[in-house]
């Protein structure tokens, strides 16, 4: 099936739909989310994508990001993604929302409308995850993270590198 995403204006007004690797070729703005799973210790889940993504195969990135589809809520959309990524449900809060263009290879762009979503879930091993999207999941205390994507920014996906800014930001 065609993955289609919402474009948009820097408004949030629908301008009409794209299939999904074409507006990553042409780089035009779309509706996105990404999710930010935490532990009680204060450690982020980390996912690596899929070796077979046609985009930032085998890189580290948030708990989960995608784009919510026609008719659907951001809120509604970061849910289903998480339970068809990671095979979990938890409660969301939105925390904030932005819009970023990056360079994510290839001749490929990701100019998102991105709502970013906080949640908490505690084990590593209740995960049921989808192979064709995601590796691997870990969770890595915020010192360690800064470290590895000080050291080795190139395991980590351009996106995730923007968002987590912005979110110190916020928080």
């Not at 799973?37 to 990135?61: C, D, I, V």
């Not at 939105?94 to 360079?103: G, L």
Request: glycine residues 6%; negative net charge; contains cysteine.
């Amino acid at each position: 099936m065609e993955e289609l995403v919402v474009l948009v204006n820097s408004e949030d007004e629908v301008l009409g739909l794209m299939e999904k690797q074409q507006a990553h070729i042409n780089g035009l703005l779309h509706r996105a989310f990404s999710v930010f799973l935490f532990n009680s210790k204060g450690e982020m889940l980390l996912q690596k994508r899929a070796s077979g993504k046609y985009h930032s195969p085998n890189q580290w990135t948030n708990a989960v990001c995608s784009h919510p589809r026609k008719e659907e809520t951001y809120l509604e959309a970061a849910k289903r993604r998480l339970y068809e990524e990671l095979g979990i449900e938890t409660e969301l809060s939105e925390k904030f929302n932005f819009i970023y263009k990056a360079d994510v290879g290839g001749g490929l762009w990701e100019h998102e409308l991105d709502h970013v979503f906080v949640g908490n879930h505690e084990s590593e091993s209740d995960f049921n995850l989808n192979t064709d999207e995601v590796q691997e999941v870990r969770f890595i205390s915020p010192e360690e993270l800064d470290k590895e994507m000080t050291e080795a920014p190139e395991n980590f996906t351009e996106w995730f590198k923007i968002i987590l800014e912005e979110y110190k930001h916020h928080f």
